[in-house]
């Protein structure tokens, strides 16, 4: 399976302030995802990101607040802007290959963040 | 729609003992289902998957799960825990859209 680093691995910001995660990849993979895991909870999908076009937002999440980029198929990264006290969470991005296994996610590490 | 519900959010086992820990699921067509692990501080790791091939998957550590289409469930079992799987474990279904869908979370404790 691919490996998958994300950087920051943890940060501290103050409210009002945008951070932004970066996602890489061993290898060139045809989906990439971000999720949100709030404090306690499961994991919710933010958007698909996709290489080249604008990414593909759930329900619940806009552009405004997080914009994604994906320049390539092995880069992506997700900001999230204008942060307050309830963006506190662990920011996951995961990989999927088609050409592989068309089943399967695969995560990264995390990016674990607080808002104070 | 699809969903996957987790039945119980804690779990104490001691070492040695056999791990279960539940899962049903919800499905209009035959699913894929998985298991995901988190240890503390860290991201998630794929244990197993079903993907409409052999109803009993063996995953990574010693685990394994069984898919029962007439009870609607994807159980996750180990003969005896090791305290090394202390973790939250998810279980997963993928929807229709192909998007994952993902459980409440069982957070496993070993006493030794």
């Known amino acids: 399976s691919a490996v998958i680093s994300q950087k920051p691995s943890r940060d501290i910001c103050q409210r009002g302030t945008s951070l932004t995660i970066q996602c890489q990849v061993d290898?060139?993979?045809?989906?990439m995802f971000w999720y949100r895991q709030q404090p306690g909870q499961s994991l919710t999908l933010i958007a698909t990101a996709n290489q080249g076009s604008e990414a593909t937002y759930e329900s619940g999440f806009v552009i405004d607040k997080f914009p994604i980029s994906r320049p390539n198929l092995t880069f992506s990264t997700l900001t999230v802007s204008n942060m307050s006290p309830e963006d506190s969470s662990i920011y996951l991005c995961s990989v999927e290959d088609l050409a592989e296994d068309q089943e399967t996610q695969y995560f990264g590490p995390g990016t674990r963040l607080l808002v104070l | 729609a699809q969903s996957v519900t987790q039945l119980d959010s804690h779990v104490s086992v001691s070492e040695g003992t056999p791990v279960l820990l539940r899962c049903n699921y919800s499905s209009s067509y035959s699913p894929s289902l998985f298991w995901y692990v988190q240890h503390p501080n860290k991201g998630l790791q794929l244990l197993l998957k079903y993907t409409s091939a052999a109803t009993l998957v063996k995953g990574i550590n010693g685990f394994e799960a069984e898919f029962k289409k007439s009870e609607t469930s994807f159980h996750l079992t180990k003969p005896s825990a090791h305290m090394s799987d202390a973790a939250e474990y998810f279980c997963?279904?993928?929807?229709?859209?192909?998007?994952?869908?993902f459980g409440t979370g069982t957070r496993l404790q070993v006493f030794p």
């Open positions: 290898s060139q993979v045809t989906m």
């Open positions: 997963v279904v993928r929807g229709n859209t192909d998007k994952l869908i």
